[in-house]
């Protein structure tokens, strides 16, 4: 039986990297060809990312394909949501894009809500109020005359801006623009009542197209310089949390999924959205699926608070594996100090540490006392958010919630992976850890006729990679740990 490769273009917000993928025999084969760094960048007080550094990575890795002569099928780009860019109309990228972390849309969401009301804008668009979401990005930009937006003639989110250097083809996929809070998961289009109120012209977005459109090719110039073929460049499930959906192991649909990284992303996956007043008030979202599915979810503050105290345990010359993390996190007491991950302060603040001991001494909480403490503070925490957002989920789900999948880098973590199977009470299964970059290939795949759907991706994920079962345990421990959580969160 042939084989069939394709190149996954993967970008978080802290890193990017590529990997290919390749479909035999009803399996699906990894390797990870490159991995660098995406950091934003700090200029005059505003946040951007260096796009021009990730087509560049995204090159190498293209000519790292001609040289090993990997018989390329096509490429997909996936990468964060919200984020966007500027295209002049000679098809000039105008600056680099703005990031999410950007404070210039702190306290817009408010602003935005005296001119059309915050349940109005949810019942158009069913997203979870957050304020980097694209809309108040834009209502921002608008606000303060951001030269880039007042010279544009198209916007493109984050992986159709990739797509489009690689090709020079404008599109606007579905999945991902789904995130920006101005479409309407009814409808499948944008709201130009809420542009017309952000400062915006709909004309500014292409028509969304459905995961698996071809984009184009690769140009000739990038062709050339790689040493490849114009292969073409498909619009995978752009945004990195559907790719990841993609790839959940699942059997039958009474599922929920915990795609566990920077961001923890918790929800269910269902052929209609769910737009009422109890999922407006504990704030859930609709994003786009493949397949016409909606993801109905929530977003959590993920290992971003880990990530952001090794940082800073790193300038301060100590530096930890990931492994020793979760071990100095296992050996520390147990339950001593919670905190909401959610909280604001924990967005972007110069020391994480620092914003933890506050939270803790605000809420009559001991202060960590050693970088294990610190860990297992975040470790416990995130368990009992996410039994608190699937108790959100149970009620607000067409189905009855029987397992949670975790997916992602997060699922290798096994101390916080027994927490949440402990805090929610539920079996847990964890894998695929790359699931992001499974789902972008498998999307590819089905681009190219080789798979119906998404239930047939989902069997060859089960079949190809090693799944971890985890029993709940010590439940009445962790249920008086989850009462003494909200009691703190509602100080």
Same mark, same amino acid.
């Given at each position: 039986?042939?084989?069939?490769?394709? +190149?996954?273009?993967?970008?978080?917000?802290?890193? &990017?990297?590529?990997?290919?993928?390749?479909?035999?025999?009803?399996?699906?084969?990894?390797?990870?060809?490159?991995?660098?760094?995406?950091?934003?960048?700090?200029?005059?007080?505003?946040?951007?990312?260096?796009?021009?550094? +990730?087509?560049? /990575?995204?090159?190498?890795?293209?000519?790292?394909?001609?040289?090993?002569?990997?018989?390329?099928?096509?490429?997909? *780009?996936?990468?964060?949501?919200?984020?966007? @860019?500027?295209?002049?109309? %000679?098809?000039?990228?105008? @600056?680099?894009?703005?990031?999410?972390?950007?404070?210039?849309?702190?306290?817009?969401?408010?602003?935005?809500?005296?001119?059309?009301?915050?349940?109005?804008?949810?019942?158009?668009?069913?997203?979870?109020?957050?304020?980097?979401?694209?809309?108040?990005?834009?209502?921002?930009?608008?606000?303060?005359?951001?030269?880039?937006?007042?010279?544009?003639?198209?916007?493109?989110?984050?992986?159709?801006?990739?797509? /489009?250097?690689?090709?020079?083809?404008?599109?606007?996929?579905?999945?991902?623009?789904?995130?920006?809070?101005?479409?309407?998961?009814?409808?499948?289009?944008?709201?130009?009542?809420?542009?017309?109120?952000?400062?915006?012209?709909?004309?500014?977005?292409?028509?969304?197209?459905?995961?698996?459109?071809?984009?184009?090719?690769?140009?000739?110039?990038?062709?050339?310089?790689?040493?490849?073929?114009?292969?073409?460049?498909?619009?995978?499930?752009?945004?990195?949390?559907?790719?990841? *959906?993609?790839?959940?192991?699942?059997?039958?649909?009474?599922?929920?999924?915990?795609?566990? @990284?920077?961001?923890?992303?918790? &929800?269910?996956?269902?052929?209609?959205?769910?737009?009422?007043?109890?999922?407006?008030?504990?704030?859930?979202?609709?994003?786009?699926?493949?397949?016409?599915?909606?993801?109905?979810?929530?977003?959590?503050?993920?290992?971003?608070? *880990?990530?952001?105290?090794?940082?800073?345990?790193?300038?301060?010359?100590?530096?930890?594996?990931?492994?020793?993390?979760?071990?100095?996190?296992?050996?520390?007491?147990?339950?001593?100090?919670?905190?909401?991950?959610?909280?604001?302060?924990?967005?972007?603040?110069?020391?994480?540490?620092?914003?933890?001991? %506050?939270?803790?001494?605000?809420?009559?909480?001991?202060?960590?006392?050693?970088?294990?403490?610190?860990?297992?503070?975040?470790?416990?925490?995130?368990?009992?958010?996410?039994?608190?957002?699937?108790?959100?989920?149970?009620?607000?789900?067409?189905?009855?919630?029987?397992?949670?999948?975790?997916?992602?880098? &997060?699922?290798?973590?096994?101390?916080?992976?027994?927490?949440?199977?402990?805090?929610?009470?539920?079996?847990?299964?964890? &894998?695929?850890?790359?699931?992001?970059?499974?789902?972008?290939?498998? *999307?590819?795949?089905?681009?190219?006729?080789?798979?119906?759907?998404?239930?047939?991706?989902?069997?060859?994920?089960?079949?190809?990679?090693? +799944?971890? %079962?985890?029993?709940?345990?010590?439940?009445?421990?962790?249920?008086?740990?989850?009462?003494?959580?909200?009691?703190?969160?509602?100080?």
């Amino acid at each position: 039986m042939k084989k069939h490769t394709f +190149l996954a273009i993967d970008l978080g917000a802290t890193s &990017g990297r590529s990997v290919l993928i390749t479909l035999s025999h009803g399996k699906i084969e990894m390797q990870e060809l490159t991995r660098f760094p995406n950091n934003m960048l700090e200029l005059h007080g505003k946040y951007y990312w260096n796009i021009y550094a +990730l087509y560049q /990575y995204i090159k190498e890795a293209l000519t790292l394909c001609a040289e090993r002569k990997f018989p390329l099928e096509s490429m997909g *780009v996936d990468t964060w949501g919200v984020d966007f @860019g500027y295209i002049a109309p %000679d098809g000039t990228l105008l @600056g680099l894009p703005r990031a999410y972390r950007d404070p210039y849309t702190d306290g817009v969401p408010d602003e935005f809500f005296k001119k059309i009301s915050r349940d109005e804008v949810y019942r158009l668009t069913g997203i979870q109020v957050l304020n980097f979401n694209s809309l108040y990005q834009l209502y921002a930009a608008s606000r303060e005359q951001f030269a880039p937006l007042k010279s544009a003639a198209r916007i493109l989110f984050m992986p159709d801006l990739i797509s /489009y250097l690689l090709t020079g083809v404008e599109v606007c996929e579905y999945t991902d623009a789904s995130t920006s809070q101005i479409l309407n998961p009814v409808t499948g289009c944008f709201e130009p009542s809420l542009l017309e109120v952000a400062g915006v012209s709909p004309t500014l977005f292409a028509n969304p197209v459905s995961s698996g459109t071809k984009v184009g090719s690769l140009t000739p110039a990038l062709a050339m310089e790689a040493g490849l073929p114009q292969i073409p460049v498909i619009a995978v499930a752009g945004h990195d949390t559907a790719s990841a *959906v993609v790839a959940v192991p699942a059997s039958n649909p009474n599922f929920a999924y915990l795609s566990s @990284g920077t961001w923890s992303l918790m &929800g269910i996956e269902t052929e209609h959205p769910i737009i009422n007043d109890k999922s407006c008030l504990f704030n859930f979202t609709n994003e786009g699926g493949i397949e016409g599915t909606t993801r109905f979810l929530k977003n959590i503050t993920g290992m971003w608070l *880990v990530e952001q105290c090794r940082k800073e345990w790193e300038h301060q010359g100590h530096t930890y594996t990931y492994p020793q993390l979760v071990e100095m996190a296992t050996v520390a007491p147990s339950f001593i100090s919670v905190v909401n991950p959610d909280d604001s302060r924990f967005a972007n603040p110069r020391s994480m540490t620092l914003a933890i001991a %506050d939270y803790c001494r605000d809420t009559g909480q001991p202060i960590p006392q050693s970088h294990s403490q610190y860990l297992r503070c975040i470790f416990e925490s995130l368990a009992l958010r996410y039994r608190e957002v699937l108790d959100m989920l149970r009620e607000l789900a067409p189905f009855p919630i029987l397992q949670l999948h975790v997916i992602g880098g &997060g699922s290798q973590n096994r101390l916080l992976n027994q927490f949440t199977a402990n805090a929610t009470g539920i079996p847990l299964i964890a &894998g695929p850890a790359e699931a992001t970059a499974m789902g972008n290939g498998l *999307v590819q795949a089905k681009a190219c006729g080789l798979v119906a759907d998404r239930w047939e991706m989902r069997r060859m994920v089960a079949a190809s990679v090693d +799944l971890t %079962d985890y029993t709940p345990c010590d439940t009445a421990l962790w249920q008086d740990a989850y009462e003494k959580y909200q009691r703190v969160i509602l100080k």
